[in-house]
């Protein structure tokens, strides 16, 4: 059986192959929720700034993350030659932008493809359960595929509404958890933090002392269900918060880690009571297909539901 298994990273691919499920398993490994996926590039082009993009944020040199990318793309391109194809992914976010992009890629191939996707970790099954969801898969019907499709454009779409907008439309599963969880790593409108820089500022306001990154990382991951952020994704994060002009936490570093220790500033604390003034040092920030800078504010305004551009001028008048 010529078949080809694609899923999210790793450790899904792994627990597939373990299970004793026959087929090359193919791990996507692309965490597309940081930095920038612009509109306007084919997929060979895509793949080059997403590799930019992760060398950027220190996660690889050139080299490996190239190499990493360019492996990918082999197997993934003989897709048009197997006897059966199958995405096996999760409920995350982290997963759902991999699935939009793979099935936006494969509707160009008119070829059939069974999806796999349940509330729940591939990791968290067992070898029989696999087998069991493995054996009950069903081919996805065309117009998934197009749904795909049309998610991915809207994702890398410049005006964050249009992603927004198709909720409610009834596109996948787990399309409106996926866009109302991106709408909220957006900042607010309200006090310019995202939802896991606010919960970060209220776990460091809760002690007096430094907190060690691993306990802060638990307790982020403990308040996201479903959980979509790695390690990394977390720690960049965190470096973006203390290079603001005013940083809203302090890292310390010591050879015994590389993570830091992590506190609150007092302008942390302050922006935990409203204050936004902060944002303009947010420069060359990229959700998908939205770039955020000084002239180019997009704010999620999670009591209208709705996204907003404003001026900097604006904002401080908005509490």
């Known amino acids: 059986m010529n078949r080809l298994i694609i899923t999210n990273g790793d450790s899904g691919a792994y627990a597939i192959r373990n299970a004793g499920i ?14 920038a996926v612009p509109a306007g590039l084919n997929f060979e082009e895509l793949c080059e700034r997403r590799i930019a993009e992760l060398v950027q944020f220190s996660w690889g040199s050139d080299r490996d993350i ?28 982290y997963d759902q932008l991999q699935l939009w992009q ?9 070829k059939d493809v069974s999806v796999i996707c349940e509330p729940n970790y591939v990791t968290n099954h067992t070898g029989e359960e696999l087998q069991a969801l493995f054996k009950n898969r069903q081919p996805a ?8 499709a049309l998610l991915w454009s809207a994702f890398r779409n410049s005006d964050p509404s249009a992603l927004w907008d198709l909720r409610g439309q009834q596109l996948l599963n787990f399309a409106d958890e996926t866009i109302e969880r991106w709408a909220t790593c957006f900042p607010s409108l309200h006090d310019g933090l995202n939802e896991v820089e606010r919960n970060t500022l209220k776990l460091l306001s809760n002690g007096r002392e430094p907190m060690a990154f691993s306990t802060l990382f638990k307790g982020i991951s ?9 390690d990394l ?19 310390l570093f010591d050879d015994s880690s590389p993570y830091p220790t992590a506190a609150i500033t007092e302008a942390g604390r302050s922006q935990l009571s409203g204050t936004v003034e902060s944002w303009d040092a947010k420069k060359e920030l990229w959700i998908g297909g939205v770039h955020l800078s000084r002239l180019n504010q997009w704010f999620f305004d999670d009591r209208q539901q709705c996204f907003t551009p404003k001026c900097f001028t604006q904002i401080n008048s908005i509490q």
Do not use: Y
């Open 141 to 148: 019907p065309a117009v998934s595929l197009e749904h795909a």
């Open 22 to 35: 026959e087929g090359d398993v193919l791990s996507w490994d692309d965490v597309l929720h940081d930095g």
């Open 233 to 251: 994704s977390f720690f960049l994060l965190l470096k973006r918060m203390a290079s603001l002009q005013q940083p809203l936490v302090s890292l």
């Open 102 to 110: 793979i099935l936006d890629q494969l509707h160009l191939l008119q």
């Open 222 to 230: 403990a308040q996201e269900d479903p959980q979509f952020m790695g």
């Open 66 to 93: 190239r190499g990493r990318f360019d492996s990918r793309n082999r197997v993934f391109k003989t897709a048009g030659e197997r006897d059966e194809l199958i995405c096996w992914f999760e409920h995350d976010l």
